[in-house]
């Protein structure tokens, strides 16, 4: 097999990994364009659409690979399901039948309605834009900012983790200081005061999510890498004279892992909680995009009324639905570790 | 003779576990008979059943555990028609069991006293005041000091060894009929295990109660057991009275096991270790007919794979003697077991490593709240002085907490000497941290580590691990040939070459050792120290992996400095030892010189300490009394006269002893006089004829009022009780004068 011979250019240690490497290159060619086309703003129904091409098929081919190594537990491959279904949503988006999300058509239509030649499957909202329509591409900004949030938390949290746990010492003290400081906020004043100062807009979010996620990830972080450093491959790498950074990157971190996964499917949840409540509050996202938070907002009025609360029961299920897949995956993969 | 009812039966017992991978057979047609009073060990390795069977009586399997077919029957009933109740009550008050890690078996959050008094609360249902006081006394039989204070403290304020007692107390309380003793000392130290071993025969002596006693030390059970039964993958295949099987084994496997032990007289040149090809077959692939077929020198094919194998009795062998060998009659026993290839004696050459009055001392502070309490100096290494040849193997010897690990650590650099010289060649290193020293004096010496589950790192593969320590030492730098030296490698350690690819939890324990062997040879070193690297591995891989250490050492002259608690294996493979006691050198010689007279009083304590498998080796008991002392208070004067049997008051207490020069390179630090030292018998002997044998065991048959055979042992109780009387200065630990200023 030609592809696990090493090669010259790159004899590194993720030279063998081929599984995880298809694995990764597969979130790559998701989350890549997902995010470019999001975060770049562009207007549905350019050519900027094709870019999503080639996500559809691997989110279909990551759902396969997972479904195969989880199917042991129900809970995970259920939660992998919902999962999978809104990432598969987010990516063929620009090519379903839809209506534009922000062109006001026939306001107050209630589901099932027909108005002309149209049908409103979930009605329409009072500025009269399909609510189908928005609730499906709603959910790309929810996944990709909450997503993104979450992993540059992570990159932090797990950083300030390692240097504190392995090199212990005053690294320690300061780091588990500024950490304890962070989490003693109520995590929605934390977030209130850091977008009232730096001013709502997406990568704003991520800075508050990074500083309300961070110090707990970093205390799971610092608490496996005190574990790991007293394993005998650490010492034998310290005897050869490696660096502490090379310790931390090569051997604590990749056996920090397993604990990590599961943290971060639950993370994702909060962080989209966070998000949506963010955006409720008119502190995240802006309008007129669709946006799940958003929707909520917006229709809180009129939902009042029994007969329009279709408004704002479609968004609320959507995020639930997407929320309680990131749990059950967690969950799952939890049951799974501690089986084996 | 009144035909006794046996306390436990196991009749044609099977049991399997039920995991999703379907039906795993852990035990397969085991049968025992256990008489009052009465002591079986049951030996294996990990894996071969033997906790299952324990489990299995204690009726204590969990979910997926389960008797399949056979009984087992306690006192004459089958505990299988027992209702949840009757266990119960069976559990703890007619059955009692001692774990391995005494740790585990004591709740952390409750009293000692508290959880000794449950015992008679729940079973007899006595009052407090009457539990505690039945408590006291059993602690008082279990030989613990001051009795009141260890009743009232928490399992963690008192030492390894004072909770191994503990538990063995509570096991007694209620007085069981048998005795179920899993691996009990095996987390202990060996002067420690010693004294627990003398206990636990005392108490079977005195209250006839019956022990299974498992373990994996075939001396251990010599020295504990009447019977033997030897497990192999889930089955019985020898069993026996310990005299007739180890004198006249009548299984491969047994053979095979006794010829991978270091015993005496074994020789790491002229006679080495011979050990068992191939690997304990999973329990769900296990070959047809004979477990043992595909690894044993003996298979013929039709013979032995075909139909499951029987128990046969053993002609010219006492009664109860069987063996689970289907060629039992083809195979001539009397042939020795096949030599292990000899090796050439490479002369030590010139001094690589010499350690000069090399001191560690750790600054800690008591730590207290707000303030910076009081300084406590440790005193891990304290004037070490020997040095090391080239090709030459060198052993510290020590139990833990004397130093040796803090000793290494100087060594590799993570600690820096705290006075003192260690020279590598001509270069000084004892003070040069390792992140100071060349990739050349790095690679010069390198570690072979204890624990095969931590020394590689799960995440990356075999070969990558080897690669980094070649490009690191900058042994190669072109990728293909790096790629070809980490090949080599694996072929030098005996590992096939795909091994490369894999990751560590698709290793074996004793491959992922000798992957660990072959990342400590990458850097072509000259000196490798290894840290007991065989003692968490099952005895028939320990052989194959020593084994390699020293054919590697002796291919590329490599000085070894073997780190180790066991003198078997060190007596097997060293050239020169160093006992270490308490961070100090207690005595250092050839290891000729050590194993004989004159000893170190503490040497001596160390030898007859370790358990031997051979019925010809009589040894003098002599059972060390007290703790170790911690480091951060040792005793004024001799380290180890707290615990000395020839401790001299007002001189080994008060004043550090003076070192002695026995002869060249035989050191000793000790007050006794040349005369006395000198005057010393020695711990061991091997002894021709086997017919003095049975007396240096077997003491605690005298007191078993079994059957017949037991009769002649009479005398041997008389010389268990000789040693303690003949020490010359009797002191326990409550003697010593208190050293609180």
């Known amino acids: ?340 | 003779m009144t035909e006794q009812i046996p306390v436990l039966e196991c009749r044609n017992l099977c049991i399997s576990y039920f995991t999703r991978a379907g039906e795993i057979p852990a035990v397969v047609d085991f049968n025992m008979r256990l008489m009052p009073g009465e002591a079986q060990g049951i030996v294996g390795e990990s894996g071969c059943g033997k906790s299952t069977v324990a489990l299995a009586i204690m009726n204590y399997m969990g979910k997926n555990g389960k008797v399949v077919s056979g009984e087992i029957l306690f006192e004459g009933r089958d505990m299988q028609k027992m209702s949840e109740e009757e266990l119960r009550q069976l559990r703890g008050s007619r059955i009692a069991m001692v774990y391995q890690e005494p740790m585990a078996s004591l709740n952390p959050a409750m009293l000692v006293g508290d959880q000794l008094a449950e015992v008679p609360i729940y079973h007899e249902g006595v009052s407090k005041e009457e539990a505690w006081n039945r408590a006291r006394d059993m602690l008082a039989k279990v030989k613990l000091p001051e009795p009141e204070r260890i009743l009232n403290s928490y399992p963690h304020q008192i030492s390894g060894g004072q909770q191994q007692r503990v538990v063995i107390a509570m096991a007694l309380l209620s007085g069981p009929k048998l005795l179920l003793l899993d691996e009990p000392t095996t987390a202990l130290d060996v002067t420690v295990e010693a004294s627990i071993v003398d206990l636990i025969r005392e108490i079977a002596d005195e209250s006839g109660t019956s022990m299974i006693y498992i373990s994996h030390n075939l001396g251990l059970i010599l020295e504990t057991c009447d019977r033997i039964t030897v497990m192999y993958s889930g089955e019985a295949v020898e069993l026996g009275d310990v005299d007739a099987v180890f004198d006249m084994m009548r299984h491969p496997y047994t053979r095979g096991l006794f010829g991978s032990i270091p015993l005496p007289g074994a020789d790491k040149n002229a006679r080495p270790l011979v050990s068992i090809p191939g690997q304990l077959p999973l329990p769900h692939e296990r070959p047809r007919g004979c477990n043992f077929g595909p690894r044993c020198d003996f298979f013929k094919a039709g013979v032995c794979d075909a139909a499951a194998i029987r128990m046969r009795q053993v002609r010219g062998s006492g009664p109860g003697h069987w063996s689970r060998c289907e060629r039992i009659d083809d195979i001539d026993w009397d042939k020795p077991i096949a030599e292990g290839v000899s090796r050439e004696i490479t002369a030590p050459g010139d001094v690589v490593l010499k350690v000069d009055n090399m001191t560690k001392h750790y600054e800690i502070e008591e730590s207290a709240l707000f303030f910076s309490g009081e300084k406590k100096t440790v005193k891990a290494n304290e004037n070490i002085d020997f040095d090391a040849r080239e090709a030459e193997t060198v052993a510290i010897v020590g139990e833990s907490g004397c130093g040796k690990s803090t000793f290494a650590k100087v060594l590799m650099g993570l600690e820096t000497a705290t006075s003192g010289n260690v020279q590598l060649g001509n270069f000084e290193l004892g003070h040069l941290p390792v992140q100071k020293r060349s990739a050349d004096t790095i690679s010069k010496l390198q570690m072979v580590f204890q624990n095969p589950f931590d020394t590689l790192n799960p995440s990356h593969t075999v070969g990558s691990q080897i690669a980094r320590v070649i490009r690191k030492f900058g042994v190669e730098s072109d990728p293909v040939k790096v790629q070809e030296r980490v090949l080599d490698l694996l072929d030098t350690v005996k590992l096939p070459r795909d091994f490369a690819k894999r990751r560590p939890r698709q290793l074996s324990g004793g491959q992922k050792q000798r992957v660990g062997i072959a990342r400590a040879f990458a850097g072509n070193p000259s000196v490798v120290i290894a840290d007991e690297p065989v003692s968490a591995l099952d005895v028939s891989v320990q052989a194959a992996v020593t084994e390699l250490l020293m054919d590697i050492q002796a291919e590329h002259g490599t000085t070894m400095l073997f780190i180790s608690h066991d003198l078997s294996v060190v007596r097997y493979l060293a050239d020169r030892i160093v006992v270490m006691y308490l961070g100090q050198i207690m005595e250092q010689g050839t290891t000729d010189e050590i194993f004989s007279p004159p000893y170190h009083p503490y040497t001596e304590a160390l030898l007859s300490a370790v358990p031997i498998a051979d019925t010809h080796v009589k040894k003098r008991r002599i059972v060390l009394e007290g703790e170790l002392p911690s480091a951060t208070n040792p005793p004024e004067g001799c380290p180890f006269s707290t615990r000395c049997r020839y401790m001299i008051p007002g001189t080994c207490d008060v004043t550090p002893p003076p070192l002695k020069q026995m002869s060249a390179g035989h050191r000793i630090l000790c007050h006794l006089t040349d005369d006395e030292l000198n005057a010393m018998e020695p711990v061991i002997v091997i002894e021709g004829a086997p017919s003095e044998k049975k007396e240096v065991r077997r003491k605690r048959k005298s007191v078993a009022q079994g059957a017949g055979s037991k009769a002649k042992t009479q005398p041997a109780a008389k010389r268990a009780a000789k040693p303690k009387a003949a020490s010359p200065v009797k002191t326990t630990a409550k003697d010593k004068p208190s050293r609180s200023k």
Request: charged content about 15%; some cysteine; proline content about 6%.
């Open chain 1, 1 to 340: 097999m030609a592809d696990i011979t090493i090669e010259p250019a790159a004899p590194s240690i993720l030279a063998q990994l081929t599984r995880t490497r298809i694995i990764a290159l597969l979130m790559a060619l998701v989350w890549l364009p997902l995010s470019a086309y999001v975060i770049s703003g562009v207007t549905p129904g350019g050519s900027a659409d094709y870019m999503l091409l080639p996500s559809i098929p691997a989110v279909i081919l990551l759902y396969l690979i997972a479904f195969r190594a989880w199917r042991e537990s129900w809970v995970a491959v259920l939660g992998l399901s919902l999962v999978c279904f809104w990432l598969l949503v987010a990516v063929s988006v620009p090519f379903l039948p839809l209506f534009d999300p922000n062109k006001p058509i026939a306001p107050f239509q209630i589901p099932f309605a027909t108005k002309g030649e149209n049908f409103y499957l979930l009605g329409t909202d009072y500025k009269g834009r399909d609510i189908l329509s928005r609730t499906l591409w709603g959910c790309q900004r929810v996944i990709v900012w909450g997503v993104t949030a979450t992993l540059v938390a992570y990159m932090v949290g797990m950083l300030f983790g390692l240097l504190a746990g392995y090199l212990s010492g005053w690294w320690d003290e300061i780091i588990s200081f500024l950490g304890n400081v962070l989490l003693s906020f109520p995590v929605m004043v934390l977030f209130i005061v850091i977008l009232n100062y730096l001013g709502p807009s997406g990568f704003n979010i991520i800075v508050a999510v990074t500083f309300a996620s961070a110090p707990a990830i970093m205390r799971i972080v610092r608490g496996l890498a005190l574990d790991i450093k007293t394993r005998d491959y650490v010492f034998a790498a310290q005897t050869r004279g490696e660096s502490p950074l090379w310790i931390m990157f090569v051997e604590l971190l990749p056996n920090v892992r397993g604990p990590i996964i599961v943290d971060a499917c639950l993370r994702l949840g909060y962080t989209t909680v966070a998000i949506t409540t963010l955006t409720f509050l008119g502190l995240g996202l802006q309008p007129p995009d669709p946006d799940w938070g958003l929707m909520i907002r917006e229709s809180a009025k009129t939902a009042m009324l029994f007969k329009f609360s279709y408004m704002l029961i479609v968004p609320a299920l959507s995020v639930s639905s997407l929320i309680l897949g990131f749990n059950l995956m967690a969950d799952g993969l939890r049951e799974m570790s501690l089986r084996d």
